[in-house]
């Protein structure tokens, strides 16, 4: 059996999809810690009682919104890249597209990191979605070097954990506000540290 599926009841069919979305909503601005089903069932008009039964417990409510979010990213992810071909142009999608997230994307996908950090399962999961998450970036940077567009002085999968790092680490300041690093100017220095790491004019 997959790594979430134990957390995973089929009952509620379309409906249950749809409280899972306003679980979403309800986790991102509550929190992990402050959401309970009383929050769900004022969100989503289902009782309760119906939530208990489609989820279970309110952890395996939660936890499974939050893969149902972070698998939703990287379907994404997924489609921006299979609509280009060209490595670098693919590149920038990509990374545009992860900074495009909204707000309330980013503070479910930190809820869930932080979940895993006391959930085994969640942690587990997580690792999964890492390789998931990073592997169109990495297939680019892969292909560009087959194809002669980049000559990095470093291999592929290196230059894609730096980037997933910096993309991951500006979710934080992003969500609390800061006032720096503006958007303009961080994907400025990234997607030149991009060009310089594979060595491309771009």
């Given at each position: ?11 509620g ?6 409280v899972?979305?306003a679980?979403?909503?309800v ?8 959401t ?9 008009g289902v ?7 489609y989820f ?10 939050m893969?149902?979010s ?5 379907a994404?992810l ?16 990509l990374?545009d ?9 980013l503070?479910?996908l ?13 942690r ?6 890492q ?24 291999t592929?999968?290196e ?13 934080i ?14 994907r400025?220095?990234?997607?030149s ?10």
């Open positions: 059996m997959p790594i979430g599926e134990r957390r995973t009841r089929r009952a069919g379309t409906r249950r999809l749809e899972l979305d679980v979403m909503d986790l991102g601005e509550r929190g992990y810690e402050g309970r089903f009383a929050d769900i069932s004022g969100a989503s009782a309760v009682s119906t939530l208990q039964n279970g417990s309110r952890e395996d409510m939660l936890i499974e919104a893969r149902r972070v698998d939703r990213e990287v994404a997924e489609a921006v890249a299979a609509a280009r071909s060209d490595p670098w142009p693919r590149l920038l999608a990374v597209r992860s900074l495009a997230n909204t707000e309330g994307t503070r479910t930190i809820e869930f990191w932080r979940t895993g950090i006391r959930d085994e399962e969640v587990e999961y997580s690792a999964e979605l390789v998931r998450y990073r592997e169109p970036f990495l297939r680019a940077m892969e292909e560009g070097r087959e194809a002669g567009t980049f000559t990095p002085e470093h592929p999968v230059i894609a954990d730096f980037l997933m790092a910096a993309l991951a680490g500006v979710m300041p992003r969500v609390l506000h800061h006032e720096t690093p503006t958007a303009e100017g961080f400025s220095v990234l997607v540290q991009l060009r310089g790491a594979l060595g491309t004019r771009g």
